[in-house]
């Protein structure tokens, strides 16, 4: 599949670099045509790179891993009219460090940044997902033993049943993925990133995930 | 013990109840004299209950069960002079409704209420715990098989310890507790009622609780 990964950082790079092991044509997106982080990324693995636009211009499935706190102007930098009808895999988090460390959570007005997203492009279909453990993790679920689970959050179910598809290529199996239901459960979810740095600062590992338990 | 018990909803009361089980002596406190919830509270249990002054006058250790969002109107009620060198046990979680369901979160300026009470009441103990879980699971962790964890955020280590003493008479096993470190951890703890919110109506049970899995 053609994919798009918006973003250069870890979760960007980690996530791009494993599309591609598997098989997918991946285009990094970043601000500019030239990020120094996505030309070294595509030269090593033989990926592509180019602007927000260009990676969505090209893709049949958006990957968003940029800053949630930037998430709307990199997609909006993409353009609607790259994004109409594509799935768009949101694993940004909105975390403010203006304050340094610890970071506070951004709640944005629609609640979360996946609805914020899905407001801002009605056309596209977003699904919340990954965004609650290790860029690590994300995509090797396997370094962590036990039921430990990944949720999806999204209103089209066509669209979560590709995001499934794409997971469980990441090794996650059918019974770790909870779906939470309608896309406004990202707002449940995104928080959680600040409880893996918890749980990062207290227990020492980044290979840190959460599980759902019932009776 | 003489404990105080601040609020009257389902978390206040299922609280209070368990520590008169446990033998200790509870009032409940809310902000008249006369709530007509803590009133029947009291008759039923052999507890007693008074203003939020009232019962923080006279206890030794306070738990803040009241909403996340008017916390620090309830404790600022009971009184600077009545939580001094007291150990505030913090279950609140700051959700707004406003908008109807589901709910958004709030984040107080501080980070968490959790820190928002800790600087206005300098004097007192703050602990964040229990706040993750529905209430019935927060006094008989056995309803869900299985290690699922609660966690505790302070910056006093005698606090933290007088808090574990509680939890364990609750029936929480040392190796479910999990000491996030300092209060600021709060701020990760208290949007996990919205995962919460969702697993409910995701999965049906309210008898729900996330795990940490590590390698």
Redesign the interface.
């Given at each position: 599949m053609r994919i798009a990964v918006l973003g250069t950082g870890q979760v960007g790079r980690r996530l791009a670099t494993k599309l591609v092991e598997l098989g997918h044509a991946v285009t990094m997106g970043s601000r500019t045509a030239d990020n120094a982080d996505a030309t070294a990324w595509a030269a090593e693995t033989g990926g592509t790179h180019g602007t927000f636009a260009d990676a969505a211009a090209g893709a049949e499935l958006v990957v968003n891993a940029t800053s949630g706190t930037v998430s709307l102007a990199a997609l909006t930098a993409a353009g609607a009219d790259n994004l109409r009808g594509k799935v768009i895999v949101d694993v940004s988090n909105p975390l403010d460090f203006s304050q340094g460390f610890?970071p506070?959570?951004?709640?944005p007005e629609e609640?979360s940044v996946a609805e914020s997203l899905q407001a801002a492009f009605p056309d596209a279909r977003v699904v919340k997902t990954l965004n609650t453990t290790n860029n690590q993790v994300m995509v090797d679920p396997g370094?962590?033993?036990?039921k430990?689970n990944i949720?999806l959050?999204g209103d089209d179910a066509d669209a979560k049943k590709q995001v499934t598809e794409l997971l469980t290529g990441f090794g996650w199996a059918q019974d770790q993925l909870?779906?939470?239901?309608p896309l406004?459960?990202a707002?449940?979810?995104e928080?959680?990133v600040?409880?893996w740095?918890?749980?990062f600062?207290?227990?020492g590992?980044e290979?840190?995930?959460?599980?759902?338990?019932?009776?």
């Open positions: 610890p506070k959570l951004v709640v609640g370094r962590i033993p036990g430990h949720f959050s909870i779906d939470l239901g406004h459960t707002r449940s979810t928080p959680v600040l409880l740095v918890s749980l600062q207290a227990l590992t290979d840190v995930n959460i599980g759902v338990f019932t009776p």
